[in-house]
Nanobody, 120 residues
Framework: QVQLVESGGGLVQPGGSLRLSCAASGIIFRVYAMGWYRQAPGKQRELVAVINRGGSTNYADGVKGRFTISRDNAKKTAYLQMNSLKPEDTAVYYC??????????????WGQGTQVTISS
């Protein structure tokens, strides 16, 4: 049974930082592309960042230079370091796992989501 469990969300002030974690089980983690997507109220879910098994990454234009995706294959965990956070980053953030290793398309497995709220 595949499980993706996100953690690390919360409420921070603009300009602050958060680090999201996604712990995976039930998959051969090292071969999957791991991604972070987000969905704000009234908007469609959108790609934030993806990292494949080789370490190549893809970022949404709006987060380049502020967010960093990484992975630890030994811990079967993916991370999203978010710096210089803005109110428009407010959303539910979802972890995704793709067995085909794609950088631009989400795979079949999703976590339950973690709320990130940026507000003063």
């Amino acid at each position: 049974q595949v499980q993706l469990v996100e953690s690390g969300g919360g409420l921070v002030q603009p300009g602050g930082s958060l680090r999201l974690s996604c712990a995976a089980s039930g998959i051969i983690f090292r071969v999957y592309a791991m991604g972070w997507y987000r969905q704000a109220p009234g908007k469609q879910r959108e790609l934030v960042a993806v990292i494949n098994r080789g370490g190549s990454t893809n970022y949404a234009d709006g987060v380049k230079g502020r967010f960093t995706i990484s992975r630890d294959n030994a811990k079967k965990t993916a991370y999203l370091q978010m710096n210089s956070l803005k109110p428009e980053d407010t959303a539910v953030y979802y972890c995704n796992a793709d067995s085909l290793g794609r950088l631009f398309i989400a795979g079949d497995y999703w976590g339950q989501g973690t709320q990130v709220t940026i507000s003063s």
